[in-house]
């Protein structure tokens, strides 16, 4: 079974997604794990947002890459040029790759205007990761 690492630079809104739908389109072919490089928390909107498309990541926590050092991953995948920038370097033979995505957090305006914007990211999340499931497994 493939081990795959979903990185960020915060682990609160990409990587949770990504870490969701990868888990949820790999079934029992892969174990999926998110971390980011600082642990910021699980963002609330990225919460409401996966729930809408009936996720519930209500539970998951936001890790620290230090936190999988003794991992031996298949697979890295980094979900935003800053943990593609800044992702320290794995003493294993992962697979490299790579997929920037916008970040909604740094997003502003109302707040009805911030959710579209986390859920067109969350759209986004959702079919790449239904096509890197398809296309790494």
């Known amino acids: ?10 682990n ?3 990587s949770q997604m990504a870490e969701a739908y990868l888990r949820h389109f790999a079934g029992n072919k892969a174990e999926i794990y998110s971390a980011g490089i600082k642990a910021l928390g699980v963002n609330p909107n990225a919460i409401t947002v996966m729930k809408e498309d009936g996720i519930d990541i209500s539970k998951h926590t936001s890790n620290s890459i230090d936190e999988y050092r003794n991992v031996d991953f298949d697979i890295v995948l980094t979900v ?3 943990a593609a920038e800044e992702c320290p ?3 294993t033979n ?3 790759v790579h997929k920037d995505f916008p970040d909604p957090a740094k997003y502003t305006g109302t707040p009805e205007e911030v959710l579209k914007e986390f859920r067109k990211v969350r759209d986004m999340v959702k079919e ?5 499931i398809t296309e790494q497994l």
């Open 80 to 82: 935003c040029d800053t």
């Open 89 to 91: 370097y794995y003493p």
């Open 94 to 96: 992962a697979k490299r």
């Open 128 to 132: 790449y990761s239904r096509t890197f």
């Open 12 to 14: 609160s809104c990409r």
């Open 1 to 10: 079974m493939k081990k795959i690492l979903v990185l960020c630079g915060g």
